[in-house]
């Protein structure tokens, strides 16, 4: 699976942004999909994912009811719509592909055996 993420920018607290990654390659069954981010000088950290079988997803605390994560079937192509930004959402955010459904190793980066590029959110206050 080939990813390539997009959406990124600058964005003023308060404001609101969308995230896409679009996958190619292996067809998509049972699947997960999940963004992480990674702020500057810290560890890259689970955001949000989505379960490409039934749509089910799970978000991080910190941006639960802010973020929302949502797919598209026949686009190959995942979403993360990011509202009511806070400047501590800055981040290089990666969407990754799994093909583990296990609820245990959701947030584990080393369940994810595809990466997206990166793309770069930044939050001013």
């Known amino acids: 699976v080939q990813l390539q993420a997009s959406g990124g920018g600058l964005a003023q607290a308060g404001g609101s942004l969308r995230l896409s990654c679009a996958a190619s390659?292996?067809?998509?069954?049972?699947?997960?999909m999940a963004w992480f981010r990674q702020a500057p000088g810290k560890e890259r950290a689970f955001v949000a994912a989505?379960?490409?079988?039934?749509?089910?997803?799970v978000y991080a605390d910190s941006v639960k009811g802010r973020f929302t994560i949502s797919r598209d079937p026949a686009k190959k192509t995942v979403y993360l719509q990011m509202n009511s930004l806070k400047p501590e959402d800055t981040a290089v955010y990666y969407c990754?592909?799994?093909?583990?459904?296990?609820?245990?190793?959701?947030?584990?980066?080393?369940?994810?055996?595809?990466w997206g590029q990166g793309t770069l959110v930044t939050v001013s206050s």
């Open positions: 990754a592909a799994s093909a583990s459904v296990i609820r245990s190793n959701l947030g584990s980066q080393a369940a994810y055996a595809s």
């Open positions: 390659g292996r067809t998509f069954t049972n699947y997960r």
């Open positions: 989505v379960y490409w079988n039934g749509g089910n997803t």
